[in-house]
C-alpha cells in the first residue's frame, strides 16, 4: 500500500515593483509573503528577479552606496519571514563579484543563495555589465518538495535546468523579469515546454509586472507540468498573488489544474502594454497627469484615448491648437473626442504666436520661398504652449508621434517632438489604426471620420502625410524589413520592392538617427524599438 501524497502550495507573486526604491520594495515583499502565508496558506511565496531593487536597476548597481543597501535590507526580511519560505530575487556581492542571484528566505535565515548563470547581452539587456555569472544549482526543500531554483535567462538556454535536476530537483522555479513585446508570451511556453521535455519536471514560471522607462512587464507567470501541459497561467497586466497547488509523491511533483488566463490577441496586448507604460512612467515619477496636443488626427485621438485609460479622465487634459491651416472638421472631431472620453480641453489658436515669429524671422527669411521652416515654426509654436502648461500644472507631455514617423523623420524638433513620454513611439501607423478600432469596440470614443480620412500634419494648404512619404500599409512593410529586421536595400528590392522607395526610406531612416536621439522615451512594444533595442551611430558613413 503506497503513501497518500502530501500538497504544497506555491505563490506566484506578480508585482510591480519600482527599481531603486530598496525600503519600499522590502516592505511590499513582506506585505505580499504575510498574505500569503495568512490569508492563501501558502508553503512557499515566489518573487521576480531582482525584486529588492526592481528590474533593470541598470548603472544603480555600479554605486557602492546603492549595493550596501542590500544587506540590511535583506536582514529586514529574514526577520519577517517565520511560517512561510519565500524566494527573492536581489543583487549579491561576493568575493568574485556582484551575482544576480535568488535568496531562499525562511525561518529568520538566508537558507540557500542561488547565482544566475546566463547573462543576457543582447537587444534591452546588458547584465554582463553589472554581473559575475553562477556556476552552480541550488536545491532546497518545501513541505517535502526538492525544489530548485532558476533565474530568467537560465530556462532560455539549456544547462541550469538539467544540472538543477541532477542535483535532485522535483520541481523548478524560475524568476522572472521578461520584457513584454508581441508574440513574447508564446515564445516564453515554448521554451518551458522544451526545458521540461529535458528536465522532467514542472516550472512555475513568475514574471514581473510594471513599467519601467521603456520596458513594460506584463506577467503571465505560469505552471507548466512535466510533460508541457501549461496547467495554469496568471492574468496579462494584472498585479496579484496567484497560488498554484502541487501533490507530492515520493518520486514526482505533480500540479494541479488551475486556471489558465487567456493569451491576449495582438491588439488588445499591444494596447494594454501602452496604458501600462503610461500609467507606470506618470505614477513612478510623480507627475500630476498628462497633457497633450489633440489635432483631430488618429495619432493624438489613440494617444489621448490611451492616456484616459491609463489615468482617469480627470488626470487628462488636452489641447486644440488650430492653424491657418487646419480643417474644421479637425477642431470637431477633436472637441468630440475630448466630450466621449470626459476630459478638460482647451482651444488655444496658434495665429498670434505664428505671425510674431515671422515677423521676428522677416529680415532673415524675406525674399526666401516658403518651406519647411515656416511648417516647423508651427509645431514649435504648439510645443511652447504644451511645455508652458506642463511647467504650470505638473502634468507631463505625451508626445503623439508613431514609429512610422520617428523612422523617416515626420516630425519637428523641438515641436511635436517636445514632451516627456512618448506613448506609441513603437508603433507603426498601421498598427496606429488597429489599435484605434480594437478601442472602439470598447467604446466608441475615436470619431469614425478621424479613422477614415487620409493623415496630414495641415502644415501647409491640402497637405497628406503621402505628399512627403510612401502609402503607410507599404512604407511600414519596408520600415519592418529595414528597421526591425535589419534586411538590406538589396535584400528588399529582391523581396519585390521597387527600389527608388526602398532607398528613399532606407536613406530618411539613416539621416535621421540625430533626431531619435532627441526623442522621448516611449513604450516598447516591438522587439526592435528605437533607442534600447537599436543603438545606431549619428555620424556613419553607411547608407545602404
Not at 262 to 267: I, Y
Not at 468 to 474: G, K, W
Not at 511 to 516: D, G, T
Request: contains cysteine.
Amino acid at each position: 500500500m503506497t503513501d497518500a501524497p502530501s500538497s504544497c502550495r506555491v505563490v506566484m507573486a506578480q508585482l510591480d515593483f519600482l527599481v531603486g526604491d530598496i525600503a519600499g520594495n522590502v516592505d511590499k515583499i513582506i506585505t505580499a509573503a504575510t498574505e500569503a502565508r495568512d490569508r492563501l496558506r501558502a508553503d512557499l511565496v515566489v518573487f521576480p528577479e531582482l525584486t529588492l531593487t526592481g528590474y533593470p536597476p541598470e548603472d544603480l548597481l555600479l554605486r557602492p552606496g546603492f549595493i550596501r543597501q542590500v544587506e540590511p535590507a535583506l536582514q529586514q526580511l529574514c526577520s519577517a519571514m517565520h511560517g512561510i519560505t519565500a524566494v527573492v530575487g536581489c543583487p549579491l556581492l561576493t568575493p568574485e563579484g556582484l551575482r544576480n542571484a535568488a535568496v531562499v528566505l525562511a525561518d529568520g535565515a538566508i537558507r540557500a543563495s542561488y547565482f544566475k548563470q546566463w547573462l543576457p547581452n543582447y537587444s534591452v539587456f546588458d547584465e554582463k555589465r553589472y554581473f559575475v555569472p553562477g556556476e552552480d544549482p541550488v536545491v532546497f526543500k518545501i513541505a517535502g518538495a526538492r525544489v530548485g531554483v532558476t533565474i530568467c535567462e537560465d530556462v532560455w538556454l539549456p544547462g541550469p535546468v538539467a544540472q538543477a535536476t541532477e542535483a535532485g530537483a522535483q520541481l523548478l522555479v524560475n524568476l522572472n523579469a521578461s520584457p513584454y513585446h508581441t508574440g513574447k508570451g508564446e515564445q516564453r511556453l515554448a521554451v518551458l515546454r522544451r526545458r521540461v521535455r529535458e528536465g522532467h519536471v514542472p516550472i512555475v514560471y513568475v514574471n514581473l509586472l510594471g513599467g519601467q522607462d521603456e520596458l513594460v512587464f506584463d506577467g503571465g507567470s505560469m505552471v507548466v507540468g512535466a510533460d508541457g501541459v501549461l496547467v495554469q497561467r496568471a492574468p496579462y497586466f494584472a498585479e496579484g498573488l496567484y497560488p498554484a497547488d502541487f501533490k507530492i509523491f515520493a518520486d514526482e511533483v505533480k500540479p494541479m489544474p488551475g486556471e489558465v488566463a487567456k493569451e491576449p490577441g495582438v491588439e488588445e496586448g499591444t494596447y494594454q502594454a501602452l496604458v501600462l507604460g503610461v500609467r507606470d512612467y506618470v505614477n513612478k515619477n510623480g507627475f500630476a497627469g498628462v497633457v497633450l496636443g489633440l489635432s483631430g488626427g488618429i495619432d493624438s485621438a489613440l494617444t489621448l484615448a490611451i492616456a484616459v485609460d491609463a489615468l482617469e479622465a480627470e488626470r487628462v487634459e488636452a489641447v486644440l491648437m488650430p492653424s491657418r491651416y487646419t480643417a474644421e472638421m479637425s477642431n470637431t472631431d477633436a472637441e468630440q473626442e475630448a466630450r466621449a472620453l470626459g476630459v478638460k480641453y482647451h482651444i488655444m489658436p496658434i495665429e498670434p504666436a505664428f505671425q510674431s515669429f515671422l515677423e521676428i524671422l522677416q529680415p532673415v527669411l524675406a525674399g526666401l520661398p516658403p518651406d519647411s521652416t515656416e511648417e516647423n515654426i508651427q509645431a514649435r509654436c504648439r510645443g511652447v504652449l504644451l511645455m508652458a502648461i506642463s511647467n504650470k500644472t505638473g502634468k507631463l507631455v505625451l508626445t503623439t508621434g508613431n514609429k512610422s514617423e520617428t523612422a523617416v523623420g515626420y516630425s519637428t524638433l523641438y515641436g511635436d517632438m517636445a514632451g516627456g513620454f512618448a506613448p506609441i513611439k513603437d508603433v507603426l501607423k498601421t498598427m496606429v489604426y488597429r489599435l484605434a478600432a480594437w478601442r472602439n469596440c470598447l467604446s466608441p470614443v475615436i470619431p469614425q471620420r478621424v479613422i477614415d480620412r487620409p493623415p496630414s500634419a495641415e502644415l501647409r494648404p491640402d497637405q497628406t502625410d503621402q505628399d512627403s512619404l510612401p502609402p503607410y500599409d507599404l512604407l511600414d512593410t519596408i520600415l519592418h524589413g529595414y528597421v526591425e529586421q535589419d534586411h538590406s536595400v538589396e535584400e528588399l528590392v529582391e523581396a519585390g520592392f521597387d527600389r527608388a522607395m526602398v532607398e528613399q526610406v532606407a536613406r530618411l531612416v539613416i539621416l535621421n538617427e540625430y533626431k531619435r536621439r532627441q526623442a522621448a522615451p516611449g513604450v516598447r512594444i516591438t522587439p526592435r524599438a528605437f533607442g534600447r533595442d537599436r543603438r545606431y551611430p549619428i555620424t556613419s558613413g553607411f547608407r545602404r
